[in-house]
Every structure is written in C-alpha cells, then in structure tokens.
C-alpha cells in the first residue's frame, strides 16, 4: 500500500475531494482569531502544511502570506491557487526560516501527521522560534483518542461531467496512531476506472498535553471553539511580549541615565560613582 499518494500522485484530484468544503469562512475566522490575541504591530504571516494554498488564497487578502509543506507537488498547486504568495518547501519537524512572523497557522489537522509527541514538541518549539513577541500561533488538531472511532466507515466523493471519484475508508488504530487507509475509485472519460490504495497515519494528542508542551516552548495557550466544519476546536498560543517591553524599559532607563544631572554627592542618579 502507498503512504500519502494523495498529496502525490492523486494531488490534482485533492482540491475536487473537498470542493464543498468552505476554505473562505474558515480563513476569515482564522483572520478574526490573529487579529484578536496577536499583539505584535506587523501582517506578517505563515501557513505551515499549507497544501494547495486554499487558505492562502483568502489569507493573503489580510495578511502578507508566506507558505510552507513537505510535499512539492502540494506547493505547484498552491502557486496556482494563491499566486504571489511565497512558499518553500520544508518539513514542520524541521522547520528553520530566516523570518519571524506575527502569525503561524497549522491547519485542516495537518499537525496530525507528526505522530508521536516527541516530533510534536520539536514542531511547536520550530513554531514559537519563529513568531515574534506578541505574536500568535493557531492550530488545528487532528481528532483525539477520545473521539476516534475504530471501524467507523467514511466515505467522499465527487462528480464532473468527465469525471467522478469515490474515496472510501474504515478507521484503525495502533496505539496513539490513527491509521486512514482510504481506497480511491477514479472514472475519467475514455479511461479504465483506476483504483488506489493510500495509507495515512496520524498521531491522536491529548489536549492538556499539547498545551503543556506549548507553554513548555514559551507560549501563553489556550483551546478555543472553532466554526470550522471539523469542530474540533483550535489551539492558540501567543508568545509573550516581556522581551519587547523588557527592550523598551531598557531603552528608557538608559535615556534617563544620559539626560539625568549630576548628583551633587558625586553620584550618576543610578548610584554609581563618578
């Protein structure tokens, strides 16, 4: 069986398989939730799994957007969808960008595909390393342990003129991994209907643990309810602003000390001999 032929091979059919879902509406709320907690002054932000740029594609219109995703065929789609937009690709285990931003969004459950809380703490630490102070990470959780369904069948599809698709799956499990073997049904005109096989496992997070490893990483975070179609809710962490007000005090004290008068002691004002 492949292992994620979905975002390779089968790519061109990702954006048809969700076609109903409403990429819009969700990134207008992610707008309303940066905007909310984000206390840095700048637009800078980064989409890390960002796909086919669907988000991106209504982010940019708010935002100075710049994305990133593993998957290189993921990015060709997204500079079509959200041209203008910068993307690169790179692994969000690893992430290192010679940027700082006031937002970083992980979304539709991509930080699933860390699997284990090791690669997790690494990804969140990757995050809050490049968000400057006071701005805001969002993420997007994959569905818990509590909530998964071992056997529960799913099933999406489409249907053009010249093309339908069937993606069905029964859900697994091993452990703390969720294991979607999804089976593809393809009927294009003129063509043989394909079939393929396409495994994807995910890792199934507790949610105190997550906000534990967020603030662990220097992030004040906290779960808030989403209008997302999932309705798993979304985590935000924001990075604290002390190493900017600490910047600012420290700009001030010394402006005092080089307007302040002799004492008449002999002292600076800071005590301090001359």
């Excluded at 309705?231 to 005092?256: D, Q």
């Amino acid at each position: 069986m492949h292992h994620q032929l979905f975002y390779k091979r089968l790519v061109k059919f990702y954006d048809l398989i969700y076609a109903n879902k409403n990429y819009e509406r969700e990134a207008r709320f992610v707008r309303d939730l940066v905007l909310k907690y984000k206390k840095s002054k700048g637009r800078d932000l980064l989409e890390v799994a960002c796909g086919t740029g669907r988000y991106l594609q209504y982010l940019r219109r708010w935002f100075q957007c710049f994305g990133v995703d593993k998957n290189p065929m993921m990015l060709k789609i997204s500079r079509l969808n959200a041209p203008n937009v910068p993307t690169e690709q790179a692994d969000m285990i690893t992430l290192k960008l010679n940027k700082k931003f006031d937002a970083i969004v992980c979304l539709f459950s991509s930080i699933g595909y860390v699997k284990n809380y090791a690669n997790l703490e690494k990804t969140i630490r990757n995050f809050a390393r490049h968000l400057k102070p006071g701005g805001v990470v969002i993420i997007e959780p994959w569905i818990s342990k509590g909530k998964f369904i071992v056997g529960s069948p799913h099933l999406e599809t489409f249907s053009g003129k010249d093309l339908k698709i069937a993606r069905a799956s029964v859900a697994k499990r091993r452990g703390d991994i969720s294991i979607i073997d999804f089976h593809f049904l393809i009927a294009e005109r003129g063509k043989t209907v394909g079939h393929f096989a396409d495994r994807h496992e995910l890792g199934m997070f507790d949610k105190n643990k997550v906000l534990k490893i967020m603030q662990h990483a220097g992030l004040k975070a906290k779960t808030v309810q989403s209008h997302f179609k999932s309705k798993r809710g979304l985590y935000v962490g924001v990075n604290p602003v002390r190493e900017l007000a600490r910047g600012i005090r420290l700009r001030a004290r010394m402006g005092e000390l080089h307007s302040a008068p002799p004492r008449r002691d002999g002292a600076f004002s800071n005590g301090v001999k001359k």
